[in-house]
């Protein structure tokens, strides 16, 4: 079984229907997705600026055993802020992964079973379907760089008046100014007179 998706005139109504895939539809030889998902169709408003552009993801559901596994290769282009300047870039985020969905069984109380090692990285599914939307933003947030940069020799902002650095200096002190430390440099400026 093969689903596709590409941007239209009524994208994100048609990519929410993909988006949640229920299990009992997927045939044992898997499902291959080929999915062009529309920004903003997957909620990151809570993260830096969000997607520039459709984000591509290529991948398959397989069944194992009553295991699934959603993996696959998704790219796209994020719009973000340096850490050190907060000018605004745009940076690829490309994201090879493998996620392994175990249905939730009932809590019994006569068997009690510990955590095994394989255990750790697999997602319990909850209820009937999987939802792709939730797995793709966990996968973007994952594999975005922690501190963004403009560039390696980005100076960022002066930490006194704010001023861009890359664009020259400010003209103000340069020594910084920790208040736990002023006895310390009393100390130092009256040894140095």
């Not at 510990?114 to 697999?122: A, F, I, P």
């Not at 996968?139 to 390696?152: D, N, R």
């Not at 103000?172 to 009393?186: F, G, S």
Request: overall charge neutral.
């Amino acid at each position: 079984m093969y689903y596709g998706f590409a941007a239209g005139v009524d994208s994100k109504l048609k990519a929410s229907k993909i988006m949640r895939i229920k299990i009992n539809e997927i045939p044992e030889q898997g499902l291959e997705l080929n999915l062009d998902i529309p920004a903003g169709s997957i909620d990151v408003s809570d993260i830096d600026e969000g997607f520039l552009g459709d984000v591509r993801f290529a991948g398959n559901i397989s069944v194992s055993r009553r295991r699934f596994t959603v993996s696959g290769k998704m790219n796209g282009l994020w719009n973000l802020r340096c850490a050190r300047c907060l000018k605004k870039i745009t940076s690829p985020v490309k994201s090879t992964f493998q996620v392994f969905l175990t249905p939730s069984i009932p809590p019994d109380e006569n068997r009690i079973r510990g955590l095994k090692d394989d255990d750790m990285d697999e997602s319990v599914l909850i209820g009937n379907e999987i939802d792709m939307n939730q797995i793709l933003r966990e996968q973007m947030i994952l594999h975005l760089p922690m501190k963004p940069i403009c560039s390696t020799s980005c100076r960022g902002l002066c930490p006194h008046c704010g001023k861009d650095l890359n664009l020259g200096s400010c003209g103000c002190d340069a020594t910084p100014a920790d208040p736990r430390l002023a006895k310390l440099k009393e100390f130092l400026d009256r040894k140095g007179e």
